[in-house]
């Protein structure tokens, strides 16, 4: 198979067409068999519920090129599940898992021209989603469904090298209290919008977002889960009901506990304790880790031990794991890798 003729190390984190994405349609009561498919357009009423109250999912993954030259995916069955419990809560018609991963192995198996070469840092960053089609006036779910599969080759998320971020305690709210924050609801990111507009206009690069009830925990970022490391290296990150379960977060525990044998904790993140933690990472697929510098909260600077210059060391460790695992520099855990070609 030729690669195209991409300049894999410069292409950003935009949306660039691939040749086929993959499409279902749940029509009276049931999912058709489903097909690749070469147009990247969608026609819809106008009255969609999509459109209208915004029902509709996503998932996010990636494929890349392990060293030995194999594109694989990292543990699409999470994504599967995710999307499966995320159309649940939104009272749309789940997408049987197996079929989802199948999915997606044919999105990235007909587009493996567009997956990066090994070492290049890029991946092909694939979009699975979920929408309500037919029209609804009242509001009620639909009662006509889409899932689609596309995917694009997105650039190193770090170029040009690690740089720690600087995070603002935010006073908008991400997700309500017996809301929509555990799952991967489109809403969730359309009402955050604002809130991250105005932290960057401020200067920072991301919200910390805090319980909307007692505005006391730490919950996570508007699109990453928080990691932090005690001074005597223990790996703590929130518990909520109101955060989205990040598939990589779960993994860097795992990996944390079983391959670093640190100690774990997910328990409550008091935002009056984060000045004792010596380490701060964003969690996230598109990144792996991003490791956070300074965290302010309403003037106060809190500034973390591990500085503005480089990821702290146990981050580090936690990073060059997963991604060694990722990239098949490091034996997996059983399941985690599903090759794909
Ligand atoms: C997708 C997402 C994450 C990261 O999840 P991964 O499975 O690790 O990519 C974290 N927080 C929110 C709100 C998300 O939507």
Same mark, same amino acid.
């Given at each position: 198979?030729?690669?195209?003729?991409?300049?894999?190390?410069?292409?950003?984190?935009?949306?660039?067409?691939?040749?086929?994405?993959?499409?279902?349609?749940?029509?009276?009561?049931?999912?058709?068999?489903?097909?690749?498919?070469?147009?990247?357009?969608?026609?819809?009423?106008?009255?969609?519920?999509?459109?209208?109250?915004? $029902?509709?999912?996503?998932?996010?993954?990636?494929?890349?090129?392990?060293?030995?030259?194999?594109?694989?995916?990292?543990?699409?069955?999470?994504?599967? $599940?995710?999307?499966?419990?995320?159309?649940?809560?939104?009272?749309?018609?789940?997408?049987?898992?197996?079929?989802?991963?199948?999915?997606?192995?044919?999105?990235?198996?007909?587009?493996?021209?567009?997956?990066?070469?090994?070492?290049?840092?890029?991946?092909?960053?694939?979009?699975?989603?979920?929408?309500?089609?037919?029209?609804?006036?009242?509001?009620?779910?639909?009662?006509?469904?889409?899932?689609?599969?596309?995917?694009?080759?997105?650039?190193?998320?770090?170029?040009?090298?690690?740089?720690?971020?600087?995070?603002?305690?935010?006073?908008?709210?991400?997700?309500?209290?017996?809301?929509?924050?555990?799952?991967?609801?489109?809403?969730?990111?359309?009402?955050?919008?604002?809130?991250?507009?105005?932290?960057?206009?401020?200067?920072?690069?991301?919200?910390?977002?805090?319980?909307?009830?007692?505005?006391?925990?730490?919950?996570?970022?508007?699109?990453?889960?928080?990691?932090?490391?005690?001074?005597?290296?223990?790996?703590?990150?929130?518990?909520?009901?109101?955060?989205?379960?990040?598939?990589?977060?779960?993994?860097?525990?795992?990996?944390?506990?079983?391959?670093?044998?640190?100690?774990? +904790?997910?328990?409550?993140?008091?935002?009056? +304790?984060?000045?004792?933690?010596?380490?701060?990472?964003?969690?996230?697929?598109?990144?792996?880790?991003?490791?956070?510098?300074?965290?302010?909260?309403?003037?106060? +600077?809190?500034?973390?031990?591990?500085?503005?210059?480089?990821?702290?060391?146990?981050?580090?460790?936690?990073?060059?794991?997963?991604?060694?695992? $990722?990239?098949?520099?490091?034996?997996?855990?059983?399941?985690?890798?599903?090759?794909?070609?």
């Amino acid at each position: 198979m030729e690669k195209k003729d991409i300049d894999w190390s410069n292409i950003g984190f935009g949306y660039q067409k691939t040749d086929k994405r993959y499409v279902s349609n749940y029509v009276d009561g049931a999912w058709d068999e489903g097909a690749l498919v070469s147009d990247d357009t969608i026609t819809m009423s106008e009255c969609a519920s999509v459109l209208q109250y915004a $029902q509709t999912c996503f998932e996010g993954l990636k494929a890349y090129t392990t060293e030995d030259g194999k594109i694989v995916t990292f543990r699409p069955d999470l994504n599967a $599940q995710r999307m499966f419990d995320t159309a649940k809560r939104l009272e749309m018609p789940s997408f049987p898992k197996d079929r989802f991963v199948e999915a997606v192995d044919e999105v990235v198996k007909a587009n493996a021209a567009y997956v990066p070469p090994y070492g290049s840092g890029a991946t092909l960053y694939i979009r699975p989603y979920l929408f309500g089609i037919s029209p609804v006036i009242g509001v009620k779910p639909a009662d006509n469904y889409q899932f689609r599969v596309f995917s694009t080759p997105v650039g190193p998320y770090f170029k040009g090298g690690i740089k720690p971020l600087t995070i603002k305690v935010s006073d908008f709210d991400r997700a309500a209290p017996n809301g929509t924050g555990h799952v991967k609801a489109g809403l969730n990111y359309a009402m955050s919008l604002h809130a991250i507009v105005t932290a960057h206009e401020e200067g920072y690069d991301e919200n910390m977002y805090l319980d909307a009830k007692t505005r006391t925990r730490v919950e996570e970022t508007g699109g990453a889960n928080f990691i932090f490391i005690t001074k005597d290296k223990k790996v703590v990150t929130p518990k909520s009901d109101s955060i989205l379960p990040s598939i990589t977060r779960r993994s860097l525990m795992y990996v944390a506990k079983e391959y670093l044998g640190l100690d774990v +904790e997910e328990r409550e993140v008091y935002a009056d +304790e984060l000045s004792d933690f010596a380490e701060c990472g964003l969690c996230g697929t598109a990144a792996v880790i991003s490791p956070v510098g300074k965290i302010v909260d309403h003037g106060k +600077e809190i500034c973390l031990p591990s500085g503005m210059t480089s990821m702290g060391e146990t981050t580090k460790k936690l990073y060059d794991t997963l991604t060694g695992i $990722q990239m098949g520099k490091i034996e997996a855990p059983e399941g985690w890798i599903r090759e794909i070609m």
